[in-house]
């Protein structure tokens, strides 16, 4: 089955303590992206990654690093949590132009995180 | 910058009313034009989209008309069911074409 893997699902944790929010998909897509939902806010984009090693910035990056050492792993890596980081968090990726799939993402499952 | 306005929810209705979600957007460059949908306790999932002017997108008895002349894209449905409660996401793609800029959703609520 074709999909966006994300976890762990659920996280709570405390400020300081690093973690790290795998997402993985089994569709060969070279656009990973990840975002964060909070109320009001909608969905922000924090960063993206148009191909292994190669990432960079969305709209909200700062307190959030990310890697891209495979085409299908897009792991997103809170050094230093801080509470203002809880949220709901979604990966996603996004098909070739040549297969007419231009924009369209499939999301993961979201994961929320809670920081104390 | 690009952006998505959406009309700002709850919206509540009944079952097998009509429903409207205005979607405006920023006119930048030939935009594609996208409806999200969010169950609950679940990611988004692609509703429909259209490509260029006058496409209307349309799935599980949604539709929506890309209209350049208003630069909107609002999301109807003729009657709504339970089970289409849910939160909807407007967004439009962006240079790159991989860049998505997404509204702040609406969440629907129908009543039986």
């Known amino acids: 089955e074709a999909q966006v893997t994300q976890n762990p699902r659920y996280l709570i944790t405390v400020t300081g303590k690093k973690l790290t929010v795998t997402c993985s998909q089994n569709?060969?897509?070279?656009?990973m992206s990840w975002y964060r939902q909070d109320p009001g806010l909608g969905l922000r984009q924090i960063y993206y990654?148009?191909?292994?090693?190669?990432?960079d910035k969305g709209d909200v990056p700062e307190g959030y690093k990310v890697s891209r050492k495979e085409k299908r792993n897009f792991p997103l890596i809170l050094e230093s949590p801080s509470p203002n980081q809880t949220s709901l968090y979604f990966c996603?990726?996004?098909?070739?132009?040549?297969?007419?799939?231009?924009?369209?993402?499939?999301f993961g499952p979201g994961t929320r995180l809670t920081v104390l | 910058g690009n952006s998505v306005t959406q009309m700002e929810g709850p919206v509540t209705l009944s079952e097998e009313a009509f429903l409207t979600i205005n979607c405006t957007y920023t006119?930048?460059?030939?935009?594609?034009l996208f409806w999200y949908v969010q169950y609950p306790g679940e990611g988004l999932q692609l509703l429909l989209k259209?490509?260029?002017?006058?496409d209307k997108g349309s799935n599980k008895g949604f539709e929506a008309t890309y209209r350049k002349e208003t630069t909107s894209f609002h999301l109807e449905k003729g009657s709504v069911q339970v089970s289409d409660s849910a939160v909807y996401f407007c967004?439009?793609?962006?240079?790159?074409?991989?860049?998505?800029?997404f509204g702040t959703g609406t969440k629907l609520q129908v009543i039986p």
């Open positions: 996603a990726s996004s098909p070739p132009t040549s297969g007419g799939g231009r924009n369209e993402q499939f």
């Open positions: 569709m060969n897509h070279e656009y």
């Open positions: 990654s148009m191909n292994v090693e190669v990432t």
């Open positions: 006119a930048t460059g030939y935009p594609s």
């Open positions: 259209a490509t260029k002017a006058d």
């Open positions: 967004a439009r793609g962006g240079r790159g074409y991989q860049k998505v800029t």
